[in-house]
């Protein structure tokens, strides 16, 4: 299956945002004949300008929802991982979604672990605790996309391995991490939390991210890529708006797997 990874600059406004996204599958499907699925960051739909959350809030068929479904349709492919602000009644969720070709809505996940840094003392001298803006999930998510099972995740998931381990145990081919990981915990942690996610669990990681000067509080890594389960990059967006793409194979996974069989040694 060939994919593409997404990383955009996302701000306040949605239009900017979807337009940008358009953009980049139209030149990736020109470069890469053959794309079936496009991959998003987290909170591709509208970002915080900084001082409030964001009040575009996606509800089950709402004007905001109809336009990230269109985007499938409209480039007929599969538009996974990417996140939007949600309203669920009286609550506000991180939640993951992934469309068909069709428009056919095939799974959401709802972010569980919920980002929180103190950095009082610090230049930027302040507490950043999404709880405050969003409720957390409680389950995680599978969908099937062209043979292979994806496991869903966002961003602060990564470092939770436990998440991971189990899907692992429902045997997921491909990890999708929808990130915006900022600029100082990107280069300390990101590749190395990535790879280290792909090795033990053996799947393909694909982990979207934001990447530039959002507002004045936050600054996003970039450095989307794709990890094989052997946890080599094969594809990454390094610094600035782009994508990129890779061939995922199943038989690969397969080789990886019987050659080294971790899965057994696991607890039932």
């Given at each position: 299956m ?7 600059c996302s701000t ?5 945002n979807i337009?940008k996204?358009?953009?980049f599958?139209i030149k ?5 004949p053959?794309?079936e699925?496009?991959f ?6 509208s970002?915080?300008d900084?001082t409030?959350?964001?009040p ?6 709402n004007e905001?929802f109809?336009i990230?479904r269109a985007i499938?349709m ?13 309203k669920?009644?009286d ?5 993951n979604?992934?469309?068909s070709?069709?428009g ?5 996940y709802?972010k569980?672990?919920l980002?929180s840094v103190?950095l009082?003392?610090?230049e930027?001298n302040t507490?950043i605790?999404?709880a405050?803006v969003?409720?957390?999930?409680h389950?995680l998510?599978t969908?099937?996309v062209?043979?292979?099972k994806?496991g869903?995740?966002?961003c602060f ?5 436990e998440?991971y381990?189990?899907y692992?145990?429902?045997?997921v081919?491909i990890?999708?991490i929808?990130s915006a990981?900022?600029?100082?915990t ?5 590749e ?13 990681v694909?982990?979207?991210?934001q990447w ?5 509080k936050l600054?996003t890594?970039?450095?989307?890529m794709?990890?094989?389960?052997w946890?080599e990059?094969?594809?990454n967006?390094?610094?600035g708006e782009?994508?990129?793409c890779?061939e995922?194979?199943?038989d ?17």
């Amino acid at each position: 299956m060939k994919v593409a990874l997404i990383q955009i600059c996302s701000t306040f406004n949605p239009s900017e945002n979807i337009d940008k996204i358009n953009r980049f599958i139209i030149k990736a499907k020109t470069e890469e004949p053959g794309l079936e699925a496009v991959f998003l960051p987290e909170v591709f739909y509208s970002m915080s300008d900084g001082t409030k959350p964001t009040p575009y809030l996606v509800e089950a068929t709402n004007e905001h929802f109809e336009i990230i479904r269109a985007i499938s349709m409209n480039h007929n492919l599969y538009v996974l991982g990417g996140t939007a602000a949600t309203k669920v009644g009286d609550k506000v969720i991180n939640r993951n979604y992934n469309f068909s070709p069709s428009g056919e809505l095939i799974g959401t996940y709802d972010k569980i672990h919920l980002f929180s840094v103190n950095l009082k003392g610090t230049e930027k001298n302040t507490i950043i605790d999404e709880a405050d803006v969003y409720s957390k999930g409680h389950d995680l998510k599978t969908i099937n996309v062209n043979n292979f099972k994806i496991g869903l995740s966002i961003c602060f998931d990564l470092r939770f391995p436990e998440l991971y381990r189990e899907y692992h145990k429902e045997n997921v081919d491909i990890l999708s991490i929808s990130s915006a990981f900022t600029v100082p915990t990107g280069k300390a942690h990101w590749e190395v939390l990535l790879r280290a996610r792909a090795i033990e669990n053996q799947a393909y990681v694909i982990a979207c991210d934001q990447w530039g000067q959002h507002n004045k509080k936050l600054s996003t890594y970039g450095h989307s890529m794709i990890i094989d389960p052997w946890g080599e990059v094969i594809a990454n967006c390094e610094e600035g708006e782009g994508f990129a793409c890779a061939e995922l194979s199943m038989d690969k996974l397969n080789k990886i797997r019987t050659r080294m069989n971790v899965a057994r040694q696991l607890p039932t």
